[in-house]
């Protein structure tokens, strides 16, 4: 479908999870950051309770009460991370920890993947087997190898590589969400320029900040990769807010206090550390993963 404009949106898609935005966004999981944002989203609904003190482990604990509703995807980690109760993660591998991820990437695989976009893997079959007809071909008709029939494999191939690159596309679906979602990431990316830039209230100004609306759009920042001006923008608009900021949800050591960026920052960083430690080193060292086959 043709590509649709993108401006800036001051909310996520309607129903959407971080995790969600994420896939849709990336076509596919870019490292654990759709995990670590589900995580920090299960810290701010008051879900679970982050110990990330320690670089070495996270330490993720339950909290009495329902918390918000969650999406599907999310409930599904929690279910399975804290069936036991306490978790710790990054000290050795964590075989039931590694079960809950892979079901949890399923699952946003499953439910934000080919409605959203399409591979046209047929397609690039099709093509590598005639190109592959096409060479044996050249080869049994030569009398002999020459620099022209090595310049014919090269083309080829590059042909193929460009068109595997071309080929897949976001459908009609895919396309109106991840558009909503390039805007929302325009303002969370931008926001301090929107504020400076915007005409009066009610004539498309951002919403003002407050500490809840920084919470409840962190995770989704960290799934699209622009926590640090979405951090910044916090800072500058609530200056005092942001110099006695104490996450509720997450507990961090003392040296990270020194700004609020450096808060999430260790959070989050720590929370990486600790998951890459947790799974086999295969798994833990393919982060990226187009479509989620890796």
Known sequence: PPRLPV?????????YSPAAVHHIYHRGFSGHDALIATLVNLGIKGVIDIDARDKKDTRLTP????????????ALLERKLMADGE????????????S?????????SDKFGGDYFKWNVGYTIAAIALSAIAIIFAIAQSHSWNIWLTLLIIAIALMNGVFMYLMPAATPKGEKVRSAIEGFRLY??????????AAEVGTGRPPPMTKERYET???YAIALGVEQPWTE???KQLPRVAEDYNPGWAHVGYGATSSLHNVTHAVTSNISSAVSSSMPQSSSSSGSGGGGFS
């Open 7 to 15: 401006f800036a949106r001051y909310e996520p898609p309607r129903g």
């Open 63 to 74: 909290k009495a009460g329902p918390g918000e509703k969650l999406a599907a995807e999310e």
């Open 87 to 98: 978790v710790t993660l990054g000290k050795e591998y964590n075989k039931d920890f590694t």
């Open 100 to 108: 809950a991820y892979t079901a949890f990437r399923k699952r946003v």
């Open 188 to 197: 969370l990316e931008t926001a301090e320029k929107l504020q400076l830039n």
């Open 217 to 219: 759009f962190l995770p």
């Open 233 to 235: 923008h916090f800072e």
